[in-house]
Every structure is written in structure tokens, then in C-alpha cells.
């Protein structure tokens, strides 16, 4: 199967090469990020997108703090400690952002050599990051494949895929894998307004992966749930509280309540990084407001008029009662929920 | 309050003059129909929209069948059965097209005189449907404002307006007559994919009455129900059948279910021209299926990747079980219903 991947260090010079997500589905163009400011405004315009691949984007893109070799030590830990800061905050509710960047930096802290020695230190840290992101998926895929009977006519929201990640995904690993493994499989794809992660990307990777796959508007899932149409849901998460209540793009909410309307199977797929033990429940959870351009215009014509008012979350959160298991490289979880 | 007035003969010549919806909310641009394949085509292509306008153009655009003084009594008549056939089949679903078509048409059936009499007879028969319909409009907005508290945080889908009706509105007329009584409301319209009634339409004619209204992407809905910020959701509906299950826009079904795991009312608000007698449940509402570019390419730009199916419904059936109340021009009905 030909599963894409969206990020990895640029051939020549130092660099994160990402695949311009914003540019899909009409175009696969690919671009070499070069300084920290790039590689936030990838992260916030959502060019380079879904937990994991931020993730991986925030600490491939904290090496760039150090491309000057002349910066002494003070220096080195002073644009270090600064571009953990800056892109930390370009997406606050992704957790696994956080924990990424993080684990770069503290290992900056500990490392005593000159600038050349910790930004391969760094580099090497960062490297490991995708590395094992893309063995994470793999086992999120092989824990996910076995609640994927042959035949099933799986529905999901936005894009937890191989786009969202250093390797084949998070809910679109299980299908991958249940494919591999020789199922028939059908996949309904929610658009996800307003980016359209969903018909943009996830209908994108499928199709190039050869499964086949339907679009439509995120109103239109309950009516092929009452029509008998949909045996499971699976979506990705942001982040998972240790309660089991999860945020993820906005819509994912009433879909877990239609799941649940109709008896339907819903699944979260995420690895272990996006639990979050500082966060007991989902009431907790601060969900990101966005810009109320992407309501308004977000094709580029006025679809609003001006000066209504715009409510534009980024996240919803699902509460773990609506959530039939959480699937995570550690295996598949059923209620009651308890993540630390 | 300035409610807009979309449909109404052309002030010049024999026509049907529309507000152009699928201009708005860029220009407020009126057009002068003068031909029955005209009046077709913009039923067709949604120009003119919502259940009781579509009626009232249809039975408006008959008239246009007849525009040829030199048609004998035979040719007459052939026109006229031709055109009524034609007109019905712009909207399958919409119930009370045929009703307004037919109810007009039946008019021609009776009448003996020449083609210019008949023209006026006809004439006469579609304007009483626009006056009855801006009558009907009227009670259905005083029933409903019952429904609406002071102070009361409303939740819509799609357009159920002014600019669906020859009056103010079915589910908005509510919502207006409450103001008019005094009442301080705030409206949150759900954009509602493909077409964007919900920002284009439902938000512009809202705004110009001076009514606040916020707009959100039909899957943040339920967060708002879920945060306490939604008190009551009114939308229309395009047919009701005997046992009060209810068709309408795409996207309502599943706010309904939202509604229901909140514990919020949910209202439809329709003419009762939209119960349909022959329909006992909403299993045998025809849905129909709309074009695919509407969600692959719906705004100049492609959304989806070639080669994908799109499943794009224009309806949903909303089963009576999550209505808490019809409300008609003859009242407010609570279940369980029997609509005959």
C-alpha cells in the first residue's frame, strides 16, 4: 500500500520538509521549512496538522533554534528555550506538541556540548521522535485492525491518518492494517467543516492508498447510520483525559451522540502520548477558538454576512460514556477508562 | 422590523421577480422570471428555495404557460398540463409545490373562458396563494412565539425565513413575532453544508431585522448544547408525514438527536400544506440525492479528490420521537401527532 508521509528532515541544509497540507487535494507540493518562525506558521496555518505530526513538527522544527554554529552557550540555551516557548504555543490544546518539544529540550539541558554537538544531540532526539512515531502507528494499526470485521463500512471525522502522523496514522492505521490483513473495507469520510480535513486529506490518502472511499457533508453521517449503512465509527484525539473523555475536531461530538443514537460502535484511536494526567475529565480541557475566517470566507467568497457574530471551536470534547473503546499502541481500552 | 420579501409578480410585463438566493450575501440582486423553463431552472438550482416559496413560484410560474394570447382553448391547456408537470419536477420532494401547482392548476381544469381570461383567473389564484401564505406565516409565528421565553438562546438549521416563504418565515416567523412582542432573543444559525443557508440566508435576513446571530459549522452544534448556551431549536420542515416524522434540510436529524441527549426542546415549524396525507411515516419520504459537485467542489475550488464517491442527500427524515412540538398555522401540535 502506498501510505504517504508528511514530514522529514529536508534532503540538503537544515530543514523540516513537509507536505503542504493546504494544498491538497489538488496539489502534492512539498516544502522545506528552514527556521523556527517557519515551522510555527506550518504548525498554525494547519499546513503541517493532527497531534502526532505536530508533535513531530515541534521538535524536528526546535533544532532550527541552533543553526547558528557561532552562538555560544548562553546563546544556544537562550533561542533554545525561546523556541520551545513560541512553538508550544502555535496549537495550546495539542498535548503531544507539548510533550515533544519538551523532550527535545529537556534533553538540551542536559547536554554539555558545544552548539554544533547538541543540535546533532538534538537532531538524533527528534529523528527518534518519528521514528518511533511511525512504530506507534504501526501498533495503534494492529490493536485497531482487530475490532475491523471483513466487510465493514467504517465511517470517520477530519483526518487521523498517515497526513497526521510521522507514520500510516492513528484511526486510519487500523484501517490500513485490517486492509493489509486482506478485509474488504469501505470508508465514509465527514468532510469536517470548516477546513475539510476530512474530504481534502482523508479521502486523498485513501484513495491513493486504493480504498475506496465516499464523501459527505458532516450532516449527512446520521442518515447513513438510521440507514443501516455504517457498522463502526473511529476517529482520531487531541487529547484524552484520564477519565477517558476526549477532544478532537470539531463534530466529532455529535457523532459519538448518533453512534450511540443508533447502537453504532465508536472508536478513538490515539497513542499513549495523548493521554494527558493532568487532566481528569474533559471539562478541563480548553478548547482552542479559531478564526472566524474560516466560518465566514473560508472558500475565499463571503459565506456569511459581515458583522454577525462567529462561533468556531477547533475541538470538541467526547465524553468517554459515548466511546465503545479507545484504541492506543498499548492495546484497546474498554470503560471504565482510567489513563495516568 | 425590515423583513425582506423575496417573491412577487414582476412589475413589468408578465414575470415572476425573485430575490436571486444564490447571490446572497454578497448583493441583494432581484430577477425577473418569464418563462416556465425559467421559473423551473430557478426552483432547480435553488435561486428560489424553501418549501412554501418554491410552492408559490411554481403556482406564479404556471401562469407563464399561458403568456401567448394566440394559443387556442386545446394548446391552452396543453401548456398549462405540460408546464405544472414540468414545475413539480424541479423539487420531488418538496410537497407543497405540487399541492401549489396543482391547486392551480385544477383552477385552469374548471375555467371555460379564452386564454387571456384564463391567464387572469390563474393570475388572480397564485397571487390569493402568495396572500395566504404571508397570512399563514403570520399564525404560524404567533403560535410559536408561545414557545419562545424572554431572553431565549435559539438554535436553527438551514432557512426557514422570509427568504423561504412568501411571508416571514415558518421557524423564523417565531422568532420574529417574539421579538415584535418584545422579547430579547439571540439566534445561533448552523451554517448548514452544502449550500450555506444557514450563514448565506438564515444570518443576512436575521441581521437586517436587527436580530442578533452568531454563525457556527453544523458539527459545533452540540457544543453549544453541551456548554448550556442553547434554550430551544426551531427549524422547518419540507414534508411531514401522518405520524409527525418530519423532512428537512440535510443536518437536522442529527441536531434533533443532539437536542434529545441534551434535554432540549426541538421544534418544527412548517405549513400545514406540508402534512402529507399519503405519507404515514417518514420511511417512505423519497430522499433526493443532489449533485456531487456540490460537496467535491461546492466553492469554486475542489474539496475532495477526484475519483472519490460523494453521498450527498438533500434530506434527512427526523422521526417524531424527538419532536417536542409541530407548529402549524392551525397550532401547536404536541404527540403524539396525527396529521391528516
Avoid at 556540548?113 to 527528534?126: K, N, V
Avoid at 518511533?132 to 501498533?139: G, S
Avoid at 474530504?199 to 486504493?210: F, I
Avoid at 480548553?286 to 477547533?314: H, K, M
Wanted: proline fraction near 5%; glycine fraction near 8%; include cysteine.
Amino acid at each position: 500500500m502506498d501510505v504517504v508521509q508528511p514530514i522529514m528532515w529536508s534532503p540538503v541544509g537544515d530543514g523540516v520538509r513537509i507536505l503542504d497540507q493546504r494544498e491538497l487535494p489538488t496539489r502534492e507540493l512539498y516544502r522545506d521549512l528552514r527556521t523556527v518562525d517557519d515551522v510555527y506558521q506550518a504548525i498554525r496555518t494547519l499546513s503541517v496538522r493532527g497531534a502526532p505530526a505536530i508533535g513531530i513538527a515541534g521538535a524536528m522544527g526546535l533544532t532550527l533554534a541552533l543553526s547558528d554554529d557561532a552562538l555560544d552557550r548562553t546563546q544556544a540555551m537562550s533561542a533554545i528555550a525561546g523556541a520551545a516557548a513560541r512553538l508550544k504555543s502555535s496549537r495550546p490544546t495539542a498535548v503531544n506538541l507539548a510533550w515533544a518539544v519538551d523532550r527535545v529540550y529537556r534533553l538540551a539541558l542536559r547536554n554539555s556540548g558545544d552548539t554544533r554537538a547538541l543540535r546533532e544531540c538534538l537532531r538524533d532526539e527528534a529523528t527518534r521522535i518519528l521514528e518511533e512515531d511511525r512504530a506507534m502507528c504501526r501498533r495503534i494499526g494492529e490493536h485497531g485492525a482487530t475490532l475491523i470485521p471483513d466487510g465493514a463500512r467504517i465511517l470517520t471525522h477530519c483526518n487521523a491518518g498517515a497526513l497526521a502522523t510521522g507514520g500510516m496514522g492513528t484511526a486510519l492505521a487500523a484501517i490500513y492494517v485490517a486492509r493489509e490483513q486482506g478485509r474488504t473495507l469501505e470508508v465514509y469520510a465527514d468532510e469536517t467543516r470548516p477546513l475539510l480535513q476530512g474530504s481534502r486529506l482523508t479521502a486523498w490518502e485513501l484513495s491513493r492508498a486504493g480504498i475506496p472511499v465516499t464523501v459527505l457533508v458532516d450532516g449527512a453521517a446520521a442518515s447513513l447510520m438510521r440507514d443501516g449503512e455504517i457498522d463502526l465509527c473511529i476517529v482520531g484525539a487531541d487529547r484524552i483525559a484520564v477519565n477517558g473523555d476526549a477532544a478532537n475536531k470539531i463534530g466529532t461530538y455529535p457523532l459519538a451522540i448518533a453512534a450511540k443514537h443508533h447502537g453504532i460502535p465508536f472508536y478513538v484511536a490515539a497513542p499513549a502520548s495523548t493521554f494527558d494526567p493532568s487532566t481528569s475529565t474533559g471539562d478541563e480541557i480548553l478548547i482552542e477558538q479559531r478564526d472566524a475566517s474560516e466560518v465566514r470566507c473560508g472558500f475565499g467568497a463571503p459565506t456569511a454576512p459581515d458583522g454577525v457574530g462567529v462561533y468556531n471551536p477547533a475541538f470538541d470534547v467526547t465524553p468517554s460514556t459515548l466511546i465503545s473503546a479507545i484504541i492506543s499502541d498499548r492495546g484497546v481500552h474498554r470503560p471504565p477508562y482510567h489513563f495516568e
